[in-house]
């Protein structure tokens, strides 16, 4: 079983859709939780960063994480074509970052 | 802008070699760690290195090696190259002073290694 699992996608909406992303982890000692943005040939851009349950918002973005369940989900309100990416999220335990394997988003204008 | 870059930003080797990715840091960010992204594929933690010193490591041969240097730059070294190294190798630095705890982290475009 992988510590982190995150279902590949590809996940395909109309533009000003509500977009849901979701993570399960496996392990209850992970501390801190992130979100990142990963375009095509790029490196990876850090969207969200929380490290305690609940709800964090940034603008269009929303990150929960519910520690009791091991589940942390990415919400996208108002959805853009350049949205269309894919979106890791990644799990700092001690001093490294668990990824799962990414979710591929397209949205359709 | 992340204010980390990675050189060169593609690489063609042949089987056997050996090859050396680079990283400029951030200004005052001391910790930097390595990651290898396959294709299709989470990057994979490969190494971290916390003021020069190495402080950590994943599920990587030996011949994965790093350096870090006082002016923000660090390398990653591989010997004997494999095909299975062909990746997406990203170069990630962290602002915070927590003695290298994976707090959030800040990656550069990568480099993409292939082998030949």
């Known amino acids: 079983q992988k510590e982190v699992e995150q279902d590949p996608g590809p996940l395909s909406v109309p533009e000003g859709a509500i977009v849901s992303l979701n993570c399960t982890y496996s392990?209850?000692?992970?501390?801190?939780f992130m979100w990142y943005r990963q375009y095509s040939r790029k490196g990876p851009e850090l969207l969200m960063y929380?490290?305690?349950?609940g709800n964090k918002e940034d603008g269009r973005f929303t990150a929960q994480v519910d520690k009791s369940s091991k589940y942390i989900s990415l919400f996208i309100r108002d959805s853009q074509p350049s949205d269309s990416a894919t979106y890791l999220c990644a799990i700092g335990y001690g001093n490294k970052l668990v990824f799962g394997a990414g979710t591929i988003l397209r949205v359709k204008s | 802008e992340t204010g980390v870059t990675q050189s060169p930003t593609h690489l063609i080797k042949t089987r056997g070699q050996q090859v050396t990715l680079r990283c400029s840091s951030q200004?005052?960010?001391?910790?930097v760690s390595w990651y290898q992204q396959a294709l299709g594929q989470g990057p994979q933690f490969i190494f971290q290195?916390?003021?020069?010193?190495?402080?950590g490591r994943g599920n990587f041969p030996p011949r994965f090696s790093g350096l870090q240097f006082p002016n923000y730059s660090s390398e990653l070294n591989v010997n004997a190259l494999e095909l299975d190294d062909s990746a997406l190798y990203l170069c990630a630095s962290s602002p915070r002073e927590d003695r290298g705890l994976a707090t959030e982290a800040f990656f550069g475009q990568g480099t993409r290694l292939t082998v030949v």
């Open positions: 200004s005052g960010h001391n910790t």
């Open positions: 290195y916390y003021r020069e010193e190495e402080n």
């Open positions: 392990n209850s000692a992970f501390q801190y």
């Open positions: 929380t490290y305690s349950s």
